[in-house]
């Protein structure tokens, strides 16, 4: 507009949160855009200070570290609370462990790559949302990673043991 340069006016302008910084200040940039994309990789690699390629250090790389899932429920508040819509991108969207665990988080999005779709819409399918989202809640009060793993495969193991690995 300051230019003078046509554009779309109705375009949706969103924001990719992938650091720790834009998840502290999500309840502000909620109110400037018309969604979030929560980048689950380098969220992860960033908040834990963790490079998972390198490989003396990517065993430490971890999607259900509690900060990490607190961080993504602090995101998906402040989204709600605005009125956007929230997506989930990167490898834990389209990892089965994970997807009952996001949607009870509340995310309305899961991004995830061609071959992992159909696995991970099986799963949805069979999820009752009532029972992510008491998973969810269970793992926020968690204080280690290897619980919040183990309480979303127990769930899963029961709504789909077929794809428990």
């Known amino acids: ?10 375009m949706k302008v969103g924001v990719m949160i992938e650091t720790p ?10 109110s400037k855009v018309n969604f979030f994309s929560i980048g689950t990789n380098d969220l992860i690699q960033y908040s834990l200070a963790v ?20 961080s993504i429920r602090q995101v998906i508040v402040a989204a ?34 061609a071959p992992l779709i159909p696995q991970v819409k099986y799963l949805i399918r069979r999820l009752k949302i009532e029972e992510s989202r008491a998973l969810a809640e269970q793992a ?11 309480a979303s495969r127990a ?11």
């Open 140 to 150: 926020l009060t968690m204080q280690y990673s290897h619980e919040i793993l183990e």
């Open 51 to 70: 490079d998972r390629t390198n490989d003396k250090i990517a065993h430490l790389y971890n999607p259900t570290h509690p900060g990490i899932i607190r």
């Open 21 to 30: 910084g834009a998840v502290m200040i999500a309840d502000t940039l909620a």
């Open 1 to 10: 507009r300051q230019e003078g340069k046509p554009f779309d006016a109705g």
């Open 155 to 165: 769930l899963m193991q029961r709504v789909a043991p077929e794809i428990v690995n």
């Open 80 to 113: 709600h609370k605005a009125g956007i819509h929230v997506g989930i991108c990167g490898e834990m969207a389209g990892e089965p462990d994970f997807v009952p665990l996001l949607l009870g988080l509340g995310v309305d999005e899961l991004s995830a790559s």
